[in-house]
């Protein structure tokens, strides 16, 4: 199978904070793969804009350290870097001051997509997009891209959405939720919406419930005193949990096309009931064999912020009623595995007497690692001895599927900035979408934070806490191990 690379028209990528984590490890490896696979031309540039003191040469090496540390390892050619590089530029700036601001609408040229990145933090955002508009270095069909975390309440999004709103249209904001540029992300709503499989069986009355699982071995060490202020519900719920919700629950959009799926995804978040407080579980990893404790890594004693938060989650409309989903996010967990389950209900009638193992038809939608789907079906068990049934998984390993293809696919930030070159906004969140993820969040944490909940300690490397299990168990339901 040969994957096709579609080439993007030329453009000219100014990255704010270029100089920055997010930048090192993802948005610069990422394009120089696409540079390599031929997605970037050889006439596209990528512009750095920081307040290092840097120039051409010196950012340029700061590029060739990040390829070295964050690159793939296969595609470390001197000769195609040494290419990558010349594409790349840099400005010093100084994002609430006047420096650089004329210099870089100076280096700014016509007749190529104009894109700036925002990889800096959200306090910021404002004074960029007003210097970008007073230099007139964003033009009408310039495209911003912005990170998460896009606020950490209704109130701090819909601000940041009318600052940004100042000086760019809607369809001009790319705002980024990593977790839809993964390509297993995207291939839930393939196999949603490109086979008649499913969907006849894609609601209450046959999905006896579904889990999202996102695990993480990683702790908060590094990040701590960013992490400290923001915790599991606001870090990955409020967006990337949200998000592969919305994929499993929305209805079939018309088209596959920004405003249809975005309008679909919408509906859903609006239509999410109220947590309860019992409905939730907080964790915070404690020491263990395997490694410290959360107080140490935030370095904040008497923290109560969760690094674990499992949810059960209704969906309050017709399709959903009475369908569960129980969320569960959390780091220094026992393996690194994110998934989603669905488990179907039981047949109505039992015909045969004998059923050994588990029976339950689960479709498994493996995000990462092992990308790929399981369905659980029962059948016959082999051999003589009587109709007596078992279980066994109809596997798919995508990697198997399409073989050398697997290995071109696009990570999830090359195949989003490539979109915001390419102007399709469909794998981009908009605002309505972040206040309305934010409406239905902020009451879960103003109800945990008003009755002074404690986050519940498990052990680093452990499946997060016990009380996480009850939340099933009292529901005659079990999470799926975590595991490889
Ligand atoms: C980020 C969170 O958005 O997603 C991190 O801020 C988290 O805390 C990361 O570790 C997980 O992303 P991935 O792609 O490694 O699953």
Redesign the pocket.
Known sequence: MVSRVIPVDSFDLVIFGGTGDLAKRKILPGLYRRFVSGQMNAVSRIIGAARADLNDASFRETVAGAIAEFGDKSLQDPAKIAEFLARIHYVPVDATGTNGWAQLAGHMRGGVVRAFYFSVAPNLFGDIAQRLHDHAIATPTSRIVVE??FGRDLASARALNAVLAQHFTEDQIYRI???LG?ETVQNLMAVRFANILFEPIWKAQYIDHVQIT?A?T?G?EG?GA??DT?G?MR??VQ??LMQLLCLIAMEPPYHFDPSAVRDEKLKVIRALRPVLPDEIVRGQYRASDVDEDYITHSENEGSRTESYIALKVHVANWRWQGTPFYLRTG?KLRA?T?EIAITFKQPPHAIFDDVTGWNENVLVIR??PNEGMTLSVMIKEPGPGGMRLMNVPLDMSFAEALGAAANDVPE?YERLIMDVIRGNQTLFMRGDEVEAAWAWTDPIINGWEARGDKPKQYDAGSSGPEDALMLMHRDGRRWREISL
Do not use: F
Request: hydrophobic residues 30%; glycine residues 0%.
């Open positions: 998460k975390p939720d990593h977790y993964k996102v993480e990683v908060v990040r960013y992490y923001s599991a870090d990955m967006n990337h780091k690194r994110s995000l990462q999830a």
